[in-house]
Antibody, heavy 124, light 107 residues
Framework: EVKLVESGGGLVQPGGSLRLSCAAS????????MSWVRQAPGQGLEWVSV????????HYADSVKGRFTISRDNSQETNFLQLSSLRVEDTAVYYC?????????????????WGRGTLVIVSS | DIRMTQSPSSVSASVGDTVSITCRAS??????LAWYQQKPGRAPSLLIY???SLQRGVPSRFSGSGSGTNFTLTIGGLQPEDFATYYC?????????FGPGTKVDFK
């Protein structure tokens, strides 16, 4: 079975940090861009960040730019999202998602495989 | 950033009904639009990509159409497992953006 499994969520105080992980199994995702998408309680989906298969290219939503860092270790089939300077409004379930096709230069970015998510709660 | 809107925000329907959901982009995105289904407590799942291409394993009662700025998801013959929230997403340019969602519930 092909799946993505997120981990690393938890309760953290405002200003704190967390490192989320997303481990792939059942297939190699090293050729695929990987994204993080979050969902605040009772709210819709918000795209957060993406990293190319090589790890050389990244993009972020303005709401997290300068505070979150995406990275990957293809030898471990794992990507990471480092969350820093956390705010109450960062509270959400964070999903890892795989791009539906290999490559980076094509403009069509859709996500065909999602993990079950990991909950981040930012509260004092 | 490209802003995505959806209508209606919710729709009440019965098993067997045909339901259509509209998604609009604030600028032209060609056919670079996807539809996702999300059930409570679950991750989203891809239904349609490139506006009208059915994702492998998705029932053929789901169909998508549109190009440019206006798109439609149609569920022909609603089944009990289709009661969920549906999101559109533009895949044209960073930052990728989702619509606010349309909840399909029991009439």
């Amino acid at each position: 079975e092909v799946k993505l499994v997120e981990s690393g969520g938890g309760l953290v105080q405002p200003g704190g940090s967390l490192r989320l992980s997303c481990a792939a199994s059942g297939m190699s995702v090293s050729s695929y861009a990987m994204s993080w998408v979050r969902q605040a309680p009772g709210q819709g989906l918000e795209w957060v960040s993406v990293i190319s298969g090589s790890g050389l290219y990244t993009h972020y939503a303005d709401s997290v730019k300068g505070r979150f860092t995406i990275s990957r270790d293809n030898s471990q089939e794992t990507n990471f999202l480092q969350l820093s300077s956390l705010r109450v409004e960062d509270t959400a379930v964070y999903y890892c998602a795989k791009r539906h096709r290999r490559g980076w230069l094509q403009s069509d970015f859709f996500f065909d495989l999602w993990g079950r998510g990991t909950l981040v709660i930012v509260s004092s | 950033d490209i802003r995505m809107t959806q209508s209606p925000s919710s729709v009440s329907a019965s098993v067997g009904d045909t339901v259509s959901i509209t998604c609009r982009a604030s600028q032209v995105i060609s056919n670079l639009l996807a539809w996702y289904q999300q059930k409570p407590g679950r991750a989203p799942s891809l239904l349609i990509y490139a506006a009208s291409s059915l994702q492998r394993g998705v029932p053929s009662r789901f169909s998508g159409s549109g190009s440019g700025t206006n798109f439609t998801l149609t569920i022909g013959g609603l089944q009990p497992e289709d009661f969920a929230t549906y999101y559109c997403q533009q895949g044209n340019s960073f930052p990728f953006t989702f619509g606010p969602g349309t909840k399909v519930d029991f009439k």
